[in-house]
């Protein structure tokens, strides 16, 4: 059964740090475009980072220079590391593979065809 299985969340203060991680089964993660996505209440869901099988990496300006993607091929596992996290980090965070880019980066949604169940970030002092 293919599952994407987040975890790592929970409640930080304000320039605190979280590794979240993105365990996959049922589909090899080099294979795919691997993308992390959040949610905060109200808005839409946004590209965070991406990453593909030769480790080149994408970042929303919104996180450069606090958050890295990394990627473990033996676990089969991508990991987002947050430092230095801001109340407007607070979201659900998603990690989701996309398989028909031909290695390509984005953060458009559309394009990812398997996705996690989330996990919540919370920033807050």
């Known amino acids: 059964q293919l599952q994407l299985v987040e975890s790592g969340g929970g409640l930080v203060q304000p320039g605190g740090s979280l590794r979240l991680s993105c365990a996959a089964s049922g589909l090899t993660l080099d294979s795919y475009v691997i993308g992390w996505f959040r949610q905060a209440p109200g808005k839409e869901r946004e590209g965070v980072s991406c990453?593909?099988?030769?480790?080149?990496?994408y970042y929303a300006d919104s996180v450069k220079g606090r958050f890295t993607i990394s990627r473990d091929k033996i676990k089969n596992t991508v990991y987002l590391q947050m430092n230095n996290l801001k109340p407007e980090d607070t979201a659900v965070y998603y990690c989701?593979?996309?398989?028909?880019?031909?290695?390509?980066?984005?953060?458009?949604?559309?394009?990812?065809?398997?996705w996690g169940q989330g996990t919540q970030v919370t920033v807050s002092s």
């Open positions: 990453m593909n099988s030769d480790g080149s990496s």
């Open positions: 989701a593979a996309a398989g028909g880019t031909l290695g390509a980066l984005t953060s458009r949604v559309y394009e990812y065809d398997y």
